[in-house]
């Protein structure tokens, strides 16, 4: 019998039988993630049944989808999502704080060797520091925030071992987007990707929480990183310690398959409408004029992203047909952009600057795309409608590729060649 | 789970949730998400089914966004059942805990055997599909644990007790 990778060991930690024969299993999380598009659809049935939640220190809820509201609608949900969190008395209510996936990774509730649940897709994300995360639909959650338990299948797992050096241009943006034109929209459907990264330098941990949020993206159930130095380094910079476990797969774990991606001639890529996995070579791109630039979601819009975008914007000018909407991940990231100085940068460049939440990735609100607009993004999905007009268009780009196509006032497949560095 | 008649709506592959169901349309208003469904697709469609149609589509169906929306827009138009190659795994879970049928081709290929408009019976529980002409499709049996929340109505109704264990 062959070892046990990353999810089976987390998954058999925490389920409340010992017989691993059965094909759903009953599992303790440790956290639960609630957002509030999601927890408003939940909380009629919640309240009917007279329910309580089960450990409210393990519930982190935010508002990020309506923050603040654009419409009357909507400030109604989110008041109602609102006092629903108050009423039940959540101490980890992050009001008007950013999206929820960058907020859970910023929380001591996310720890390495957990199991979480979350409201939403991108819960994923927090695969990027070793905890095994995933999204599901409200029903799930308010079982789980009732019980403290959801069922769960065992998925089998693809390792990808990442090698090389990743050209300094490219981004963990540029590495999924290849691994999506590698295993499509449904590559790793109910599996868990487990991500080695053997590459020189390791991975920063930005472009590590940028692959594991859109492992969902090639339907992957969880999209974990085995667990190292640069994981310690964060989980230390956070909590001053290392309070989770770092739970690494046994040298003969069983995979389905094993994928090795050599990073070193990795260029930049770009995934066409309407879909993330519809991806080429930028430099094999009819150029394409845009209307609209947008560097943000949970998937790109953390501090690095936002450093590259101003470095980029530094001296240059956001080309005058075009509107640059940038959205830090969370207020956090918001405020170290700001000391940073890559705000001012940004704004002087032309750029603009909307506070922290999910804004135009999930056509809320903050650049909506009407039906001529032609949109690259830094978000995750590129779905037919999803920024606004069904004939919309978004280009799925990293946030280097966005700032120059946001200058340039065109997606074009020299974005990299006249400045000489690729 | 009793047996569910209607007409094929017939889609292709990795039909994602905001193509089901537009983001625009998300609300607490039941008839404001009723009239979403499919809208950006095909504007004409929603108007036009009837209760029990079944969508029939190939891989991959319901990837994307976990927003529970797209399940209640099927079940408000009384979709009866949804049988595909395979579906995207949160969606197959929100569906399932909603009472809503998702079936898969036990051979994928016999798709191709169904067309739109088409009038078929959906047997759940005996994991079997048969059109019209009497042509009976075999479909992958969905296993006791998914017949329980079906037969439960949902995952709601089984919710423990207060003061007793979850339990599978």
Redesign the interface.
């Known amino acids: 019998m062959s070892g046990r990778t990353i999810s089976d060991k987390v998954i058999d930690a925490h389920a409340?039988d010992g017989d691993d024969t059965?094909?759903?299993?009953?599992v303790d999380v440790d956290a639960v993630l609630g957002p509030d598009?999601?927890i408003?659809?939940l909380i009629d049935?919640f309240e009917r049944?007279g329910?309580s939640i089960w450990d409210r220190d393990r519930v982190l809820l935010a508002n990020d989808h309506f923050s603040p509201p654009a419409t009357a609608?909507r400030a109604d949900?989110s008041n109602?999502f609102l006092a629903f969190a108050r009423g039940q008395g959540i101490p980890n209510l992050m009001l008007d704080s950013g999206i929820s996936h960058q907020l859970l990774v910023e929380h001591r509730l996310c720890q390495a060797g957990g199991l979480i649940v979350g409201?939403?897709?991108h819960t994923v994300m927090a695969g990027g520091i070793g905890a095994c995360a995933t999204?599901?639909?409200?029903?799930?959650i308010?079982?789980t925030l009732?019980?403290g338990?959801t069922?769960m299948r065992k998925p089998n797992t693809i390792a990808v071992r990442f090698h090389g050096t990743l050209p300094a241009q490219s981004s963990g943006r540029d590495v999924v987007l290849a691994l999506l034109a590698l295993l499509g929209?449904?590559g790793a459907?109910?599996r868990c990707l487990e991500f080695h990264d053997e590459s020189t330098p390791a991975l920063c941990q930005d472009d590590r929480f940028a692959i594991a949020n859109m492992a969902v993206?090639i339907?992957a159930?969880f999209g974990v990183f085995v667990p190292d130095q640069t994981t310690v380094d964060y989980y230390v910079a956070r909590d001053g310690e290392l309070l989770g476990t770092l739970v690494r797969p046994d040298a003969d774990a069983g995979y389905e398959r094993v994928i090795d991606l050599d990073l070193s001639e990795l260029d930049a890529r770009v995934a066409k409408p309407w879909?993330p996995?519809n991806v080429v070579p930028l430099k094999d791109l009819e150029p394409v004029r845009i209307t609209s630039a947008f560097l943000g979601s949970c998937a790109s819009g953390r501090l690095s992203d936002i450093g590259v975008a101003a470095a980029e914007l530094t001296d240059r000018r956001v080309h005058p047909d075009v509107r640059f909407v940038v959205i830090p991940a969370s207020v956090e990231v918001f405020k170290q952009a700001l000391r940073a100085g890559y705000v001012e940068t940004l704004i002087e460049a032309g750029a603009i600057v909307e506070h922290s939440s999910c804004g135009a990735c999930?056509?809320?609100d903050k650049g909506v795309l009407g039906a001529d607009d032609v949109c690259v993004s830094s978000s995750n999905?590129n779905?037919?409608?999803?920024m606004g007009h069904?004939q919309s268009r978004t280009y799925l780009a990293s946030p280097r590729t966005v700032a120059r196509a946001a200058v340039r006032g065109v997606l074009a497949p020299d974005l990299y060649r006249d400045v000489g560095d690729q | 789970m009793t047996e569910i008649m209607g007409r094929v709506w017939l889609f292709g592959d990795n039909v994602n949730t905001d193509v089901i169901h537009p983001p625009a349309f998300y609300s607490l208003d039941p008839d404001k998400v009723r009239a979403g469904l499919f809208h950006g697709y095909d504007p004409e469609m929603q108007p036009a089914i009837e209760p029990g149609d079944v969508v029939v589509a190939g891989r991959n169906f319901g990837c994307g966004s976990s927003r529970e929306t797209s399940i209640r827009a099927l079940r408000l138009n009384h979709i009866g059942a949804l049988v595909a190659v395979d579906f995207a795994r949160i969606f197959f879970r929100n569906a399932t805990n909603n009472g809503l049928p998702c079936l898969t081709f036990a051979n994928a290929d016999d798709m191709t055997r169904l067309h739109k408009g088409q009038r078929i019976t959906v047997d759940p529980d005996a994991a079997t599909l048969r059109t019209e002409a009497g042509e009976e499709i075999p479909l992958t049996p969905p296993g006791d644990f998914i017949r329980r929340i079906w037969a439960a109505d949902g995952l709601l109704n089984l919710l423990p007790q207060a003061g007793s264990a979850p339990q599978l």
């Not at chain 1, 059965?22 to 009953?26: E, F, K, M, S």
């Not at chain 1, 999204?135 to 799930?140: F, K, L, Q, R």
């Open positions: 409340r059965t094909l759903y299993r009953l598009a999601t408003a659809l049935d049944r329910l609608e949900i109602r409201a939403d897709s999204g599901m639909g409200a029903t799930d308010l079982f009732a019980t338990t069922w929209e449904s459907q109910y993206e339907g159930k879909s996995a999930g056509g809320i999905r779905f037919r409608g999803r069904w």
